[in-house]
């Protein structure tokens, strides 16, 4: 599974913009740390799927788009 997590981070920072919220915000709303939310945005780290998940619910984002190997795996 191939997953551009920069780019999925970076429309997590623009819906958390729009909503007004600052990072110390939606972590807590989500239960996670702020620094963690800091490193979803950038695109340093993978997040769990519950995270991915919660993220998606507090935000209105959608998951992130899986895009298939070469295989033809997903």
Same mark, same amino acid.
């Given at each position: 599974?191939?997953?551009?997590?920069?780019?999925?981070?970076?429309? %997590? =920072? +623009?819906?958390?913009?729009?909503?007004?919220? &600052?990072?110390?915000?939606?972590? *807590?709303? $989500?239960?996670?740390?702020?620094?963690?939310?800091?490193?979803?945005?950038?695109? %340093? =780290? +993978?997040?769990?799927?519950?995270?991915?998940? &919660?993220?998606?619910?507090?935000? *209105?984002? $959608?998951?992130?788009?899986?895009?298939?190997?070469?295989?033809?795996?997903?």
């Amino acid at each position: 599974i191939v997953i551009d997590w920069k780019a999925w981070g970076e429309a %997590v =920072t +623009i819906r958390r913009r729009r909503r007004k919220l &600052s990072q110390a915000e939606l972590a *807590d709303q $989500i239960g996670i740390s702020r620094n963690f939310v800091s490193m979803i945005e950038r695109g %340093v =780290t +993978i997040p769990s799927y519950a995270i991915v998940m &919660s993220l998606c619910a507090a935000l *209105d984002v $959608i998951e992130p788009e899986y895009q298939t190997t070469e295989e033809g795996e997903t």
